[in-house]
Every structure is written in structure tokens, then in C-alpha cells.
């Protein structure tokens, strides 16, 4: 298939391109390099540096690719951030959709992958959590990928040919198994890059976000799925989609670690000392967040490979020791 890559640049979208190109689909990558990184992608991927709000060159390179299917990644995503930016996410992650998917109309394509996140169900009443379940996002982060969600059924509804996946990610981690490409993010907010940095003495030390939860050691729990794992469930949603699809699915390995498992697994994994300072909660951090996704499991054969926090530990520190300072080393 003809793929166009959003948000190529980026971590995940990084990863994305490298296995669809492996599975011989040929991509084209749309990144503004706001957050992204040139040398993430790789040279196999056409790239053209656009902003999504410019919705005419969008359609125009969708045409010219002969496109079809769009990969959806290209957003803000932090949550703090989000918070105090509110309109700078609604602005990003709802109008850049919009004008996407203007686009894609203009050009007439219609399959959609889109990035979305656990995040849209805010605080959820229990783990695992199933995609049924009530969605009550806590950021404007989360509200804006809902709202992309919101969008996307209606735009299925007045068009019967349409069809997308919004797949519900948990925490993504890890790089690719070859080492060839990792996390790099400015700044870096996300637990286990935080760790390892610590591990190789580019950062003091890492604090861990409160001590007094009501789970078994009082740290949160967190579901890490390896980023690799998460791409291919992408390629399966995206072959698996026929005219009409309108499908929601959880993406996680089912099965939660606490912030001191996570050191403990960094801390095998490295053999170093990590540094550590207790801290208070961060607020909006729910104790305990899993999947439950047995939905594409069922649905379409999806089977995370990595299903042990050290293994994941390891590819994220593989990358992280050859490239101490990312993509900018
Ligand atoms: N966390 C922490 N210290 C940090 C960063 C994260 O204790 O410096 C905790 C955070 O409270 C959460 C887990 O690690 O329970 C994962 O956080 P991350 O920011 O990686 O992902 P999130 O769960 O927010 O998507």
C-alpha cells in the first residue's frame, strides 16, 4: 500500500515507517520537524516537511503519492503541557486533524490509522481497562484526542466508504530491537528514558511521582508496551480495514509495573546505580492503568512479543548507551 506517515519524525511515527517499509509498503512521511527528527527517518521514506493546517500542499502530496492509507501520529503529547496550553493542543491535535482529513477528502482517501491514547479515559474505574468503558478525559491532551475520535465517527457516518482505527495506546517504550532508532524527546518527561538517563549519568536522578498509592509497594502502575510491538498492531489494523470500519482498540500487553519494578528491571538491565528521590504525586497520575486488549487480539491475531519490562528496559538502554544525546549525537 501507498502509506502517508504523519508525526514521521517522531518517535513512534519513526518506528511506524521503518516496519512499514520492511513490509514492503511504500511511505511517505509529512513531519513540520517541530518535536521530530530528520535523522529519524529513514532514507527509503519519501519526506516533505509540512504543517498539517496547510490542507491544499497536504491533498496535493496525497495525490502526487497516489496515497491510501493515512498513519495519524503528528500531535502534541504532553500532558502538563497541555494544561496550561489548552488552545495550542486543541490547535494541533483537533484543527490538524480537521484540515487531514480535508485533505484526504480533496484527494480522495479514505482509510485513517490514527494515534489516539488510555489517556481518553481519564480516570477509569477499574483495570484492565476494556474499550467500553467510559471515557472522561483529565487534560486537554486526552480531550483532544477524544475529540479526534469524535471526529472521525462523524466523518464515517456522512461517508459510508470511510474507514479508520483509533488505537488507544498505553505507555509506549523501548526502541527498535537493531538499534537503529530510539526515543528522543525535548524535553524528556517519560519514566523510562528518565531512568536510564540516570543510569548513564546524563541525568542526577529521577523522583519518583508519589509513594503513597493504594498499590501493593505505593507506586503507580503502568502498562509499557514496546514500540515495536504497538507499529505492527498499525500495519494489521491498517491491512484489516475494509470501507465502513469504524473500530476502537486498546493497546497494551495486559499487564501492569510499578515505578520501583521499573527501576528494579533498569537497574538489572544496566548494572549501574540509579539515583533516586521520592517525591509527591504528580496530580492527574491515576494509581493503576492496564490494558485490557484482547479486543485485537481476537479481532485481528495482535500478540505484544515483548511481554517482560526487562526486555523492553534492554532495547530502550541499548539505544540510549550508542546515542547519549539522540538524534542530535
Ligand atoms: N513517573 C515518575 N517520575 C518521573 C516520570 C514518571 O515517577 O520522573 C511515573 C508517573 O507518575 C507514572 C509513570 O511513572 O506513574 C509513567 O509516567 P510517564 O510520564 O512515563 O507516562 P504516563 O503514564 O504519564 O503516560
Known amino acids: 500500500m501507498n502509506v502517508l506517515v504523519t508525526g514521521g519524525a517522531g518517535y513512534i511515527g519513526s518506528h511506524a ?10 511511505v511517505v512521511v509529512v513531519d513540520n520537524l517541530f518535536r521530530g527528527h530528520r535523522g529519524a527517518v529513514i532514507p527509503e521514506a519519501a519526506f516533505h516537511e509540512l504543517a498539517l493546517r496547510d490542507t491544499e500542499p497536504l491533498a496535493r502530496v496525497l495525490a502526487e503519492h497516489e496515497i491510501d492509507c493515512v498513519m495519524h501520529f503528528a500531535a502534541l ?13 486543541y490547535e494541533n491535535n483537533v484543527s490538524g486533524a480537521v ?9 480522495g482517501v479514505r482509510r485513517f490509522v490514527f494515534s489516539s491514547t488510555c489517556a481518553t479515559y ?33 466523518t464515517a457516518s456522512a461517508d459510508p466508504q470511510f474507514a479508520f482505527v483509533a488505537l488507544r495506546y498505553f505507555n509506549v517504550a523501548g526502541a527498535a530491537a537493531d538499534g537503529s532508532l530510539g526515543e528522543d524527546h525535548r524535553p524528556e518527561t517519560h519514566l523510562i528514558p ?5 543510569a548513564l549519568g546524563t541525568r542526577e536522578n529521577i523522583t519518583v511521582f508519589g509513594t503513597d498509592y493504594p498499590t501493593a509497594d505505593g507506586t ?23 470501507p465502513g470500519d469504524t473500530r476502537f482498540y486498546n493497546l497494551g ?32 497520575d491515576p494509581a493503576e492503568l492496564y490494558a485490557d486488549s484482547t479486543r ?32 542530535a549525537g
Open 220 to 242: 503507580c502502575i503502568r502498562d509499557y508496551i514496546h514500540v515495536e510491538d504497538l507499529c505492527a498492531a498499525h500495519i494489521l489494523a491498517m491491512e484489516a480495514l475494509e
Open 253 to 284: 500487553i495486559g499487564r501492569g509495573y510499578s515505578v520501583r519494578e521499573v527501576l528494579d528491571s533498569a537497574r538489572r538491565v544496566t548494572g549501574r546505580e540509579i539515583a533516586v528521590e521520592y517525591g509527591p504525586r504528580r496530580p492527574g
Open 17 to 26: 515507517v521503518k516496519q512499514l517499509v520492511g513490509a514492503g509498503h511504500r
Open 122 to 154: 481519564g480516570q477509569p474505574e477499574r483495570s484492565p481497562v476494556v474499550e467500553t468503558m467510559r471515557q472522561e478525559p483529565l487534560s486537554p491532551y486526552g480531550w483532544s484526542k477524544w475529540c479526534v475520535e469524535r471526529i472521525l465517527k462523524d
Open 194 to 198: 528518565l531512568i536510564l538517563q540516570a
Open 296 to 327: 485485537i487480539q481476537r479481532d485481528l491475531g495482535w500478540q505484544p512479543r515483548y511481554t517482560e519490562i526487562d526486555s523492553i528496559v534492554a532495547t530502550a538502554w541499548n539505544w540510549l548507551k550508542h546515542h547519549p544525546d539522540g538524534y
Open 99 to 107: 484540515s487531514l482529513l480535508r485533505a484526504m477528502r480533496l484527494a
Open 77 to 89: 503529547a504532553y500532558v502538563g503541557e497541555s494544561v496550561d496550553k489548552p488552545l495550542e493542543y
